[in-house]
C-alpha cells in the first residue's frame, strides 16, 4: 500500500489521524471583546423606546403573517414619535420637490418644477462642492442653511443670531450628546452632573450613562401639567451635591414624554435657578411647532433669556431643534441643529474641532432642515398647497391630542393630563397590589409586565413608565398620538377592555 504524504503548513489546526483522515483540532478562539472585558458604561446605557416590548412586538409582527393563535391581526405601534410610518400622514410635497431637486438637478428642467422651489435649489447647490449635494459639507453644515436658520430664529424670538453660531447635526440627538460631552470634566475630584427631568426622555439618562455622568433627576409636577417646581429643583440640586459637580440642567419644552408646555412665568423661574446656580442650559425645543391645547403657546429659553435682561441674557445654552417631530415629521432624514448662545470664543473653537473630527452631518438631512425652515411664502407657486397640507396635519394632530386625553380618562383607574403638546400622552395607571409583586417577583418593573400583557393580549405596543423613569410608586406608559383617529379610538377601546380584565385578573 502506497503511503501519502501530506503536506500541512506549519501553523495550521489540522492534525492526520492514525485513519489517515484530516480533522480539525480544537482550539479555545480568544476574544479580546467579551462582557467581562467590554467597556462597563456601554452596560449602563439603556432605551425603552426601542426596548424588549418593542423587539418583541417585532418578533409578533413576523408571525401574525403567518398561522398564529394572538387574538388580532396586527400590532399597534404607538410606542414611537414616527409620523411617517404610523401610516397617517404623507411626505409634504414642498419638501420632498426641494430635496428631489437638490439630489436630482436635472429634474428642475420639467415645466412641471414650481419655480420658487427651483430658486432655492440653486441657491443652496450654489455653495456645495461640485454644485452637488454628495460632496462634504461644512462642519457646521451648509451656510446657506444655517443663514436661513439663524433668519427663522430671529423671527421667532425678536432678536439677532448668528449663522456662526448655528451647528447642523444628525437629528437633534446627535447635538444633544455633543453638548453634554462639552460639559464632562474628568479632571474634576467628583463626575459631572447634568439635572434631568423625570420623566425623561431616555436618550439623557443613555448619554449621562454613557459619559459617566452624575443623573441629577428633578421631579416633574403631575399634579399641576408636568410643571417644573422651582421648590423641587433646588431639593434634588442639594441632594446630589455630595456626589457630584452639577454643570448643567435639561429641559425638554414641550415635553417629552409627558406633552406639557411650560407656562412663560415657569420658564422665567428656571433660568432664574439656572443663572442662581451657573448651570448651563440645555433648551430641548424639538416640539416647538406641536403645541395642540388652546390657550397654549409656545415660548422659547432664548427668547425669555433675552427678554429678562442684564444678567440673564448673558447665560450660556444650547437651544435644539429637529427634522423628525413638528408637523412634517421626516425622522428617517437625520436633520437638525443646535444654537450656541453666549458662549466663550475659545470654547467655540473647541467646539469646531470636536465636530470637524466627523466631517459633517448628511447633507440630505441638511437639505431637509433647509425646506422645514425656509417655507413657502404667501403669493410663491409653491404656497397654496404647502398651506393645504401642513393645515391638514395640524388639525389631526390637534384632534387626535384632545381625543386621547378625553378616552384615556373615562377608563376606571387610569388618569392622563391633557396633552397640551408634542406627539405623546402618559397616562398614569392603578396596578393592583398582587400584579406589582408578581411583577417583581419576575424581577420586572410593574409597568413593564402590564405594557407586555397588553401587547401579548391586544398587540397594542406602548412603552412603560418605568423606561422613562417615574416618580416612586407610580405607574403610567407612554403612547403616541401618531395613529389615525379611527385607529386611536379601536386602541383606546381595546386598552379598556384589557384594563379592566387586567384588573379583574389580579384583584
Not at 431639593?235 to 446630589?240: M, V
Not at 408637523?327 to 448662545?341: M, P
Amino acid at each position: 500500500m502506497l503511503a501519502i504524504r501530506c503536506r500541512l503548513p506549519i501553523n495550521s489546526s489540522r492534525i492526520v489521524s492514525a485513519a489517515g483522515v484530516i480533522t480539525r483540532k480544537e482550539q479555545k478562539r480568544h476574544a479580546s471583546l467579551t462582557m467581562e472585558t467590554l467597556n462597563p458604561l456601554v452596560k449602563e446605557v439603556e432605551y425603552a423606546v426601542r426596548g424588549p416590548i418593542v423587539i418583541r412586538a417585532g418578533e409578533i409582527e413576523k408571525k401574525l403573517k403567518g398561522s398564529h393563535n394572538f387574538p388580532f391581526d396586527r400590532v399597534i405601534r404607538a410606542n414611537i414619535g414616527d409620523c411617517h410610518a404610523s401610516g397617517n400622514q404623507v411626505p409634504i410635497t414642498y419638501i420632498r420637490q426641494f430635496v428631489a431637486g437638490c439630489t436630482y438637478p436635472e429634474l428642475m428642467k420639467s415645466s412641471n418644477f414650481p419655480s420658487d422651489i427651483k430658486s432655492r435649489v440653486e441657491r443652496l447647490l450654489s455653495v456645495c462642492g461640485g454644485k452637488s449635494l454628495g460632496a462634504y459639507t461644512e462642519s457646521q453644515g451648509i451656510i446657506t442653511i444655517r443663514e436661513d436658520i439663524a433668519a427663522y430664529i430671529q423671527q421667532r424670538d425678536g432678536y439677532p443670531s448668528d449663522p456662526n453660531n448655528i451647528y447642523l447635526c444628525n437629528g437633534a440627538s446627535d447635538g444633544i450628546k455633543t453638548i453634554i460631552k462639552l460639559l464632562m470634566n474628568n479632571n474634576l475630584e467628583k463626575p459631572s452632573g447634568i439635572m434631568i427631568p423625570v420623566p425623561q426622555y431616555p436618550l439623557y439618562s443613555a448619554t449621562l450613562s454613557e459619559y459617566g455622568a452624575y443623573q441629577i433627576e428633578y421631579y416633574l409636577d403631575e399634579g399641576n401639567n408636568w410643571a417644573l417646581n422651582i421648590d423641587e429643583l433646588e431639593r434634588a440640586l442639594n441632594q446630589s451635591k455630595d456626589r457630584c459637580v452639577p454643570r448643567g440642567m435639561v429641559i425638554i419644552n414641550p415635553g417629552n414624554p409627558t406633552g406639557q408646555v411650560l407656562s412663560r412665568d415657569n420658564i422665567e423661574n428656571v433660568i432664574r435657578f439656572a443663572h442662581k446656580h451657573q448651570l448651563f442650559i440645555v433648551a430641548d425645543e424639538v416640539y416647538q411647532e406641536n403645541v395642540h391645547l388652546p390657550g397654549s403657546k409656545f415660548f422659547s429659553f432664548k427668547k425669555t433669556l433675552m427678554d429678562l435682561g442684564a444678567p440673564y441674557n448673558q447665560m450660556e445654552m444650547a437651544s435644539f431643534h429637529s427634522a423628525s417631530k413638528g408637523w412634517h415629521g421626516e425622522c428617517g432624514s437625520r436633520g437638525g441643529y443646535y444654537e450656541l448662545i453666549n458662549i466663550d470664543k475659545d470654547v467655540r473653537v473647541q467646539v469646531n474641532k470636536l465636530i470637524s473630527a466627523c466631517l459633517c452631518s448628511t447633507a440630505w438631512g441638511q437639505a431637509v432642515m433647509a425646506a422645514i425652515i425656509n417655507p413657502p411664502k404667501e403669493g410663491e407657486p409653491s404656497y397654496e398647497l404647502y398651506k393645504q397640507e401642513r393645515s391638514a396635519v395640524v388639525n389631526r394632530l390637534r384632534e387626535k391630542a384632545e381625543l386621547v386625553g378625553r378616552l384615556f380618562n373615562s377608563v376606571e383607574g387610569v388618569q392622563c393630563n391633557p396633552v397640551m403638546g408634542a406627539m405623546y400622552a402618559f397616562p398614569r395607571i392603578e396596578l393592583p397590589k398582587k400584579a406589582i409583586e408578581h411583577a417583581k417577583s419576575k424581577n420586572m418593573a410593574p409597568d413593564a409586565f402590564y405594557c407586555f400583557q397588553l401587547l401579548e393580549k391586544t398587540g397594542i405596543c406602548v412603552v412603560p413608565g418605568s423606561g422613562f423613569k417615574q416618580s416612586p410608586g407610580t405607574h403610567h406608559f407612554r403612547t403616541t398620538i401618531l395613529p389615525p383617529v379611527d385607529q386611536m379610538k379601536d386602541m383606546v377601546e381595546k386598552f379598556r377592555t384589557f384594563h379592566l380584565s387586567f384588573l379583574r385578573e389580579w384583584k
